[in-house]
């Protein structure tokens, strides 16, 4: 029993000084988070809405709070720091019984004796009187002058604006620039339609001074820009080469919506991105974001200026415009080829993702200057039969596969994607991506075209007679792009490619057919003045004229002779 009781003994004793161990451990690793993790502390949010039944408790409106400035954060390039939130519902705390500090506090007050504390912010939100509605109000302690007011209307989604503009007034005041590249995701939307609304026999001198208006009223991004105007008052040396880089990003969405509008502009804009990227790129010469987004700008610098092509006609001629546009968009490409030659070799997952979409895209384009010049033609073909053109594509096709391995889902990236595998002929795994895209944005028009030419140009570009049921189904997705996605204006090549299809029916009547079906549904109700009424008024002609075609087709097929199939049995 003596020999017992020592052994219990000696137990004890380890087991405590196991646990003070423990303990001390414990406290300094959280000691050396709070003084390394630099972050920001949210309070319980005062709230005084007497009347909102579904008024958000003090904790669920910090916690809202918290979540949004979390949103902004991911707004911002990898590269930038971002501030830990230190904000739960149901914190894990420890406090002795009648002692006035918790574990967290005492941690806290530890971490202030090195000179380390955390900015608290505080907020409220009340019931605005006069109109009615909600009002925040915001502030960071200890440091004065720092403080916000947010209103809004007394609507469903009043509160939730009221405290996520009260985050996004945090952020301006600790960090403008992730604050300017938040609000710019979200102006970047508004910026399109230039050349709406379209006014009937309207001069040249009417329809630019609208886009002008247009262009000020969805493109001027003067939130984004006050925003970046208070980064420089800031003064911040680490903030200010990423000034140049939000304002790029600006240029970049310009040109965007002034696709197919105004070229010259565009190209303006695209060489104005270019400018401030590289004078990012020339503070930082090591930031792969600075560079991504520069080569990403020569790319859309070289599609913009190879698609001002389709309008002329082939010719040899060196001296010609054609010839001196398909060298300016090699040439523009090959500086983009320099520029991903100065891209790190040692990179995280995210940026090699990137960097593979990008070389994956610039391949592409390429190879769409080398069929160019093959076909003589501007059009979009297919590589089939050519062995240097295909590798070229299968390199791309390699880059694109490493992307979505390594890096985030996303419309463009299968769109990209599917374009080159249609453009190696296969037509399946193209409509495999296009589908991806569309599981990803449901609302847009654009993978539903891409799936409906995929399958004609399977048609197109397959044996003659088509195999029936290819043309059925290239019929089918055409129609259902018609019904279900199309914005009223289909792509330029769209009809062509359902006329070529139909031709390699074996039936030289099914394509005469269709063009005098759209004939007569166009000419049935005149031309109509209002230009949203004429584009719907084409869908509906092919539509209309794509499911006499399917008729047709069907019907030929249900009178073919075929052998019975003998019943299956059930085992």
């Not at 955390?118 to 109109?131: G, K, Q």
């Not at 208070?230 to 003064?235: F, I, K, P, W």
Request: proline fraction near 6%.
């Amino acid at each position: 029993m003596e020999t017992l009781s020592k052994w219990l003994e000696q137990i004890r004793k380890v087991t405590v000084s196991a646990a003070v161990v423990l303990g001390v451990v414990i406290v300094a690793v959280l000691v050396v988070r709070e003084v390394s993790k630099e972050g920001m502390i949210v309070e319980p949010v005062v709230v005084q809405l007497p009347d909102l039944k579904s008024a958000p408790t003090p904790d669920l409106a910090a916690q809202q709070i918290a979540a949004s400035l979390n949103l902004i954060q991911s707004a911002g390039v990898a590269e930038w720091q971002r501030l830990y939130v230190d904000q739960s519902t149901n914190p894990i705390d420890l406090q002795v019984p009648g002692a006035p500090l918790t574990l967290r506090a005492s941690i806290r007050e530890i971490a202030a004796l090195f000179g380390v504390t955390r900015p608290t912010i505080r907020a409220s939100l009340a019931v605005r009187r006069e109109p009615a509605g909600y009002v925040g109000s915001v502030s960071l302690v200890g440091e004065p002058g720092a403080r916000a007011i947010c209103e809004a209307a007394d609507v469903p989604s009043g509160v939730d604006e009221v405290l996520e503009c009260l985050a996004l007034s945090v952020m301006t005041l600790r960090d403008p620039k992730v604050a300017a590249l938040y609000v710019f995701r979200a102006e970047e939307k508004a910026c399109n339609s230039l050349d709406t609304p379209q006014v009937p026999d309207a001069s040249d001198v009417t329809r630019e001074e609208r886009r002008i208006r247009n262009r000020r009223e969805r493109c001027a991004f003067e939130r984004t820009q006050a925003l970046i105007a208070r980064t420089l008052e800031s003064g911040r040396a680490a903030d200010l080469p990423w000034v140049p880089y939000v304002f790029g990003l600006v240029h970049l969405a310009r040109a965007a919506a002034l696709a197919d509008i105004d070229r010259a502009q565009q190209l303006g804009e695209l060489d104005q991105a270019i400018g401030r990227f590289s004078d990012t790129l020339s503070r930082m010469p090591n930031s792969p974001t600075a560079l991504a987004v520069l080569i990403d700008a020569f790319i859309r610098k070289g599609v913009s200026i190879h698609e001002t092509t389709p309008g002329m006609a082939w010719t040899d001629d060196p001296a010609s415009p054609l010839q001196w546009q398909l060298y300016l968009a090699e040439s523009t490409f090959a500086e983009a080829v320099e520029k991903l030659r100065d891209m790190p070799q040692r990179r995280d997952r995210a940026l090699d993702a990137l960097v593979r979409r990008l070389e994956g895209h610039l391949i592409y384009r390429q190879w769409l200057l080398v069929a160019h010049r093959r076909t003589q033609l501007p059009l979009v073909t297919v590589a089939l039969g050519q062995p240097a053109e295909l590798e070229m594509l299968t390199d791309a096709a390699n880059r694109y596969a490493a992307a979505a391995a390594n890096g985030p889902q996303s419309v463009g990236l299968f769109l990209e994607w599917g374009d080159v595998l249609r453009a190696k002929g296969e037509f399946d795994g193209a409509v495999e991506r296009y589908l991806r895209a569309a599981d990803l944005s449901p609302g847009d028009a654009t993978p539903r075209l891409s799936i409906a030419i995929a399958y004609l140009d399977r048609v197109g570009h397959g044996p003659e007679p088509a195999v029936p049921i290819h043309l059925l189904v290239a019929l089918g997705a055409s129609s259902s792009y018609l019904s279900w996605a199309s914005n009223g204006s289909p792509d330029p090549t769209f009809i062509g490619r359902v006329v070529r299809a139909l031709g390699r029916s074996g039936h030289a009547e099914d394509g005469a057919a269709f063009k005098f079906c759209l004939e007569e549904a166009l000419n049935s109700t005149g031309t109509p003045d209002d230009h949203d009424v004429e584009r719907w008024k084409l869908a509906a002609a092919l539509k209309l004229c794509i499911d006499e075609a399917i008729e047709q087709v069907n019907g030929r097929v249900v009178a073919a002779p075929r052998e019975l199939v003998a019943p299956a049995r059930v085992r």
